[in-house]
């Protein structure tokens, strides 16, 4: 895996006219993760934006070094194409393989993704970004609509991407278990 680092650096984030965070600063590096939570409206989902390019920050800055993969509220599957076509695309874009058999997919292929559950969809997700190679992995609410055991495939995914030097910025209301995972509740110190 190609070496990756993620900094923060007295970020602030406004929606509105309400600051949401601000003097947020961490740096990660390979093997490394974090998890971000707090209540709802607080600057999770935003905080996973900026970290990856696609919202300004209201000041501070992000140093990024290596490709990162994002997962958020949307998929970003074709729900009009089976699971295996939708898959097919990112593949040829990002020249990974997803871990279908791993995350109990290989029985959805010919499934077209509007008609997969939240839970399907939400593992279908996690595969494409697994498939895309990237260093980091920004993951918004990765446990949103999973079961028990599907928590458990999540979290071992994370943990082998962190073991092989990648890094995870996971925002997350529930609790993810991760060896060494460092918590940052918004509003509160890094830990």
């Given at each position: 895996?190609?070496?990756?680092?993620?900094?923060?650096?007295?970020?602030?984030?406004?929606?509105?006219?309400?600051?949401?965070?601000?003097?947020?600063?961490?740096?990660?590096?390979p093997?490394?993760?974090?998890?971000?939570?707090?209540?709802?409206?607080?600057?999770?989902?935003?905080?996973?934006?900026?970290?990856?390019g696609?919202l300004?920050?209201?000041?501070?800055?992000?140093?990024?070094?290596?490709?990162l993969?994002?997962l958020?509220?949307?998929?970003?599957?074709?729900?009009?194409?089976?699971?295996?076509?939708?898959?097919?695309?990112?593949?040829?874009?990002?020249?990974?393989r997803?871990?279908?058999?791993?995350?109990?997919?290989?029985?959805?292929?010919?499934?077209?993704?509007?008609?997969l559950?939240?839970?399907?969809?939400?593992?279908?997700?996690?595969?494409?970004?697994?498939?895309?190679?990237?260093?980091?992995?920004?993951?918004?609410?990765?446990?949103?609509?999973?079961?028990?055991?599907?928590?458990?495939?999540?979290?071992?995914?994370?943990?082998?991407?962190?073991?092989?030097?990648?890094?995870?910025?996971?925002?997350?209301?529930?609790?993810?278990?991760?060896?060494?995972?460092r918590?940052?509740?918004?509003?509160?110190?890094?830990?």
């Amino acid at each position: 895996m190609e070496p990756a680092r993620l900094a923060a650096t007295e970020l602030a984030c406004r929606r509105g006219d309400r600051v949401l965070f601000s003097g947020l600063s961490f740096a990660l590096g390979p093997g490394e993760a974090l998890q971000v939570s707090g209540p709802n409206g607080v600057g999770k989902s935003s905080l996973i934006r900026i970290l990856a390019g696609l919202l300004r920050p209201l000041a501070g800055r992000v140093e990024r070094d290596g490709r990162l993969a994002l997962l958020d509220e949307r998929p970003a599957l074709d729900g009009d194409l089976p699971l295996a076509s939708a898959l097919a695309f990112w593949s040829r874009l990002d020249g990974g393989r997803p871990p279908l058999g791993y995350l109990g997919l290989d029985e959805l292929l010919d499934v077209p993704v509007r008609y997969l559950s939240t839970g399907q969809r939400k593992r279908a997700a996690l595969a494409r970004v697994a498939g895309q190679d990237a260093p980091m992995w920004l993951l918004d609410e990765p446990l949103n609509g999973l079961d028990r055991e599907a928590i458990g495939l999540c979290e071992a995914l994370v943990s082998e991407h962190c073991a092989a030097g990648g890094i995870a910025v996971i925002a997350s209301h529930q609790p993810f278990a991760l060896p060494a995972l460092r918590a940052l509740e918004l509003g509160a110190a890094l830990a």
